[in-house]
């Protein structure tokens, strides 16, 4: 905001500054002024006054040339270059002195040029003129797609006609309109670049289009010779006039929040059809009028609409853009009037100075919220990553306190439940045992075996709650150690098979629980089989984190149709405690107790 409203103030003073050195450089009388001519076009030869505006039966609606002969009487001849100075020519024109051709607007065929929009001085040799009567002949080519005609023509000292009128007009016709093109279209596209970035329906993306829009439409002020022909070029300047004025509503709409579907979509639709008719109809005057009613009825309106949404919500922004809105609306009411005949001929258009400043205005006025939303994001984002990292370290501090304290609690509850399981198993059995010795009702045999059992599966809880990690593969390498020494003396020959480094580390209950039923299985090869040789497999395969464990003898086998005992019933039991597959099934010789456990 503070830059733009220095830019344009700077661009003011300077067109101050420039309009009074010029008159204070000027002599009291720069020229003389002519107003009377003779003209020549379709229809009878007649005199006008200038400055004169050409009606459509005066010149081919095709496009044609008409001639202005303005009278000049000299009582002296110039003793330097005389000036010429016509502030419009429209479409286009040609200047001669007594037959003798002075210069044109532009160069070429006057039918591709477009000189409305510009003044021009033209310097003419003093030899061109004479005493007395003088013949000054303007040649213009006219076309039925704007308004035609010819200025009041100035002669008189160059220097003079240059600071008085050319100097000062030509940068507000062309040098303003023209910077505030490129100031705005360029905001427009930065804008747009915003808005397409962000991928939404933004103010950002209706005030880019906006922007280029109007640019095209003010090519038309400082292109005097367009790049593509002459009628499409015109057409495209009308159409573009014609589409930013129904885009800047939008745009408003959007920056108020009130864009809705419905109202985007007709909009759109609208336009589009208005600019393929404008575009078939030749730029056709009176159906552009019809065309333009409901825009201007917009802009009237627009206004007060915002104004009653600026009063609700007292936003110093929203008051600027009403402010802004006001400021069109004024601009173009007085076009309106110059469009459709009520103005004066050589006036200016206002639209192109009021469109060009609002959006150049509303442009940078976005783009500060951009750069102060930019800033406040980025002061919250570093807040937010250094209350993040608080934060973190907390949760980090918080997560290992859990964690010990889990870990304390499972740890607790294994044991627990171990302890559980020692009392509730061979303590329990123990007792039994030393009830019946005492009634006699137990042999020494069966209370020996008894004995062994309770013993090893002791040194298995012991050994699991004894160790200090969870490793299956220290489990049975001790589980090994002490059958092998049980089994010292004896003919039957244990084979160990243990691929087991692999796998993960399993709770303590589920570690006792397979080592158990591990047991029973060797216990009743060694009671039932007769096997000279048992082998036990321990493999893991990390690809299906699986767990075989694998019981086999070369013993007598299961018998033709096995019943199910205590022993088998008691590993079926702990099989499905832990989740796993157990199988059973006779061999040639022998049998195969088969363990499948899953290991997460």
Not at 201 to 226: C, E, H, K, M
Not at 325 to 338: H, K, N, P, Q
Not at 359 to 377: D, I, K, P, V
Request: proline content about 4%; overall charge positive; hydrophobic content about 45%.
């Amino acid at each position: 905001m503070g830059f733009s409203r220095i830019l344009f103030q700077a661009a003011l003073t300077l067109c101050v500054l420039t309009t009074g050195w010029g008159h204070a450089a000027q002599p009291d009388t720069p020229g003389i002024e002519l107003k009377q001519a003779h003209f020549k076009g379709q229809g009878p030869e007649k005199s006008v006054n200038l400055p004169h505006m050409l009606k459509p039966g005066e010149f081919e609606a095709e496009g044609g040339m008409v001639r202005y002969t303005v009278p000049v009487e000299l009582a002296d001849l110039p003793d330097k270059p005389v000036g010429v100075y016509v502030s419009k020519m429209a479409l286009s024109g040609v200047v001669y002195v007594n037959g003798q051709l002075v210069g044109a607007c532009e160069r070429g065929d006057l039918k591709e040029a477009r000189c409305l929009h510009r003044p021009y001085l033209f310097t003419s040799p003093k030899a061109f003129w004479k005493i007395g009567h003088n013949e000054l002949q303007i040649d213009i080519y006219a076309s039925s797609r704007q308004s035609n005609g010819l200025s009041s023509v100035w002669v008189g000292d160059v220097d003079a006609l240059e600071s008085r009128f050319y100097r000062w007009r030509y940068w507000l016709q062309v040098d303003l309109v023209t910077g505030l093109t490129w100031l705005s279209g360029l905001l427009g596209v930065l804008a747009l670049t915003v808005g397409v970035v962000l991928r939404k329906d933004s103010v950002y993306f209706w005030f880019g289009l906006t922007s280029i829009a109007n640019a095209v439409a003010n090519s038309g002020t400082f292109i005097s010779r367009p790049p593509i022909d002459w009628q499409w070029f015109s057409w495209l300047v009308f159409s573009s006039r014609f589409v930013s004025g129904h885009l800047l509503i939008l745009m408003f709409a959007s920056f108020f929040g009130k864009l809705t579907p419905r109202v985007r979509a007709s909009v759109l639709i609208y336009t589009l059809l208005s600019v393929v008719a404008i575009g078939l109809s030749g730029n056709n005057r009176s159906l552009v009028t019809i065309l333009y009613g409901p825009l201007l009825l917009t802009v009237l309106l627009m206004p007060v609409l915002m104004a009653y949404w600026t009063w609700k919500t007292r936003r110093p922004r929203q008051m600027l853009a009403t402010a802004m809105m006001g400021l069109i609306t004024v601009a173009s009411s007085y076009d309106w009037f110059r469009f459709t005949g009520d103005g004066a001929f050589v006036g200016m258009y206002l639209i192109p100075y009021a469109y060009g400043g609002v959006l150049f205005l509303f442009g940078a006025m976005l783009l500060a919220s951009l750069a102060f939303n930019l800033l406040a994001l980025e002061e919250l984002s570093s807040q937010l990553e250094s209350r993040v990292v608080e934060r973190t370290t907390e949760l980090n501090l918080l997560h290992a306190r859990l964690l010990v304290t889990e870990n304390e609690r499972s740890r607790a509850q294994e044991r627990e439940g171990l302890l559980q399981d020692i009392h509730d198993g061979f303590g329990s059995q123990l007792v039994i045992a030393k009830m019946m010795v005492e009634q006699n009702k137990l042999s020494q045999v069966s209370l020996v075996r008894l004995l062994q059992e309770s013993i090893a599966d002791l040194y298995l809880v012991v050994d699991t709650l004894g160790s200090s990690g969870n490793s299956l593969s220290n489990a049975l390498v001790d589980f090994r150690f002490r059958t092998t020494r049980r089994l010292a003396g004896s003919a039957m020959q244990l084979h160990w098979n243990l691929q087991v480094d692999q796998a993960p580390e399993i709770s303590q209950k589920m570690m006792l629980q397979m080592l158990r039923l591990v047991q029973e299985a060797l216990n009743n090869a060694l009671r039932h089989s007769r096997a000279t040789n048992i082998w036990l497999d321990a493999i893991y395969d990390p690809l299906d984190s699986h767990l075989t464990v694998t019981v086999a003898d070369d013993g007598v086998g299961l018998g033709a149709e096995p019943k199910p005992g205590r022993g088998h019933k008691n590993m079926a039991a702990r099989a499905r405690s832990m989740g796993a597959v157990l199988r059973l099934e006779n061999r040639t010789p022998g049998a195969l107790v088969q363990l499948r456990l899953p290991l997460a």
